[in-house]
């Protein structure tokens, strides 16, 4: 069991495909396919559905490093909730879904998800990080993987009325470079939205050390405590295989809002500077 602890499902099918018997492989071609299929079926249905005998899929999950068929089912929904886009396809989603239905679902994911997690939100605590984000010497902006999108979305708002904010660590960078220059007057806001990278904890544990003001930015019902100031978490659940990042988009808006408000005339001033050198540049 030990050498496949932190394998995923697909990674521990694919180490053992050229050891399998032919019945083995028809069930290991069968789970590539739709891995995320398997946490709803039971031992029997799979082996059904794969054309093989009972006997077969309990061999298969041994091979694969589980004591049982349950315990390998529990490691995709595992899998499926820490948003895996291949854990979470189903094949029912392909061929059962109609144009309108789809956009419907969507809608109702967004608006649920929008909802739930402004709901969990407090005016106080989005004004002070408004307000720790205008007193701060630099804000520093934190992401990686589909993370880094939503950073680089929120420090583009925040360049309306706070020049000082950046993105780390840039392409070609490392963090190692920018944690030398942070301090205790900064604020660094980070993007940890599933599926974070392993190293995150240690990344967000040495920019707590390097600035007390930390937000932590993550989906909701995340396991991994840190020691940010603040934490936020939005809800990120969708109709389909990718996280539904609406609410995240919500939650920047809200916060710039916020720092625009408290900014007054001298943020409008500032705004309107950067407006002058648009029409000077004829950039629109």
Not at 140 to 169: D, E, H, N
Not at 205 to 220: H, M
Not at 247 to 260: D, K, N, P, S
Request: include cysteine; glycine fraction near 6%.
């Amino acid at each position: 069991m030990a050498p496949h602890v932190k394998k995923s499902f697909v990674g521990r099918i694919r180490d053992q495909l050229d050891q399998l018997s032919p019945s083995e492989r028809r069930l290991a071609e069968f789970a590539l396919d739709l891995p995320g299929d398997l946490a709803g079926y039971s031992a029997s249905e799979l082996a059904t559905l794969a054309q093989v005998s009972n006997a077969t899929v309990t061999r298969f999950v041994r091979r694969l490093g589980y004591e049982s068929f349950d315990d390998a089912r529990k490691h995709v929904r595992s899998e499926q909730r820490a948003g895996s886009p291949l854990a979470m396809a189903a094949s029912t989603h392909a061929t059962e879904a109609v144009a309108d239905v789809v956009v419907g679902a969507h809608r109702q994911q967004s608006l649920a998800n929008i909802d739930a997690t402004y709901r969990r939100l407090s005016s106080n605590e989005i004004e002070q990080i408004a307000a720790a984000i205008l007193s701060a010497r630099k804000v520093w902006v934190v992401g990686f993987r589909s993370s880094l999108p939503l950073a680089m979305y929120f420090r583009w708002q925040l360049l309306q009325t706070v020049p000082t904010a950046q993105v780390i660590p840039g392409a070609g960078e490392t963090l190692g470079e920018h944690l030398a220059g942070i301090g205790a007057d900064d604020i660094v806001v980070v993007f940890a939205l599933r599926r974070r990278v392993r190293q995150m904890p240690t990344v967000v544990a040495q920019l707590a050390k390097a600035c007390p003001n930390l937000v932590y930015i993550t989906e909701r019902n995340a396991a991994t405590k840190t020691p940010a100031k603040w934490s936020l978490q939005c809800d990120v659940q969708g109709p389909g295989v990718l996280d539904n990042h609406t609410a995240v988009m919500g939650l920047c808006h809200l916060i710039v809002t916020q720092v625009m408000t408290l900014a007054g005339n001298p943020g409008r001033r500032h705004l309107g500077l950067v407006e002058a050198f648009h029409d000077a540049l004829d950039e629109f």
